[in-house]
């Protein structure tokens, strides 16, 4: 049974920093690959950033590019998010989600992740 679990997520104000944190356990990762989401009030929730666990390949959306960087440390079994320069219309619930079996894939989409986390929540003040 897969579990991720998110931390870090915060109020602060725009053009800041924030890391957040998805721990992951309950299997090896070594074949999946991690991704982050968000969701704002009213809205869909949207891909972010996603990075594959063995060779740490990443891709991200142009909306983030530039922006937020995800990363992974395997002796932790941690996902990160570095968010920096902050945008009040960054502010959404953060979701970290696993897609088990998809060496060389990056998904960008919710049906491409078979596992997620709970969410934290980041709010960012104008």
């Known amino acids: 049974q897969v579990q991720l679990v998110e931390s870090g997520g915060g109020l602060v104000q725009a053009g800041v920093s924030l890391r957040l944190s998805c721990l992951a356990s309950g299997r090896t990762f070594s074949n999946a690959a991690m991704g982050w989401f968000r969701q704002a009030p009213g809205k869909e929730r949207e891909f972010v950033a996603a990075?594959?666990?063995?060779?740490?390949?990443?891709y991200y959306p142009d909306s983030v590019k530039g922006r937020f960087t995800i990363s992974r440390d395997k002796a932790k079994n941690t996902v990160y998010l570095q968010m920096n320069t902050l945008k009040p219309e960054d502010t959404a619930v953060y979701y970290c989600?696993?897609?088990?079996?998809?060496?060389?894939?990056?998904?960008?989409?919710?049906?491409?992740?078979?596992?997620w986390g709970q969410g934290t929540q980041v709010t960012v003040s104008s």
């Open positions: 989600a696993a897609a088990i079996g998809r060496v060389g894939t990056l998904p960008t989409t919710l049906n491409g992740y078979s596992a």
């Open positions: 990075i594959s666990w063995s060779d740490s390949n990443t």
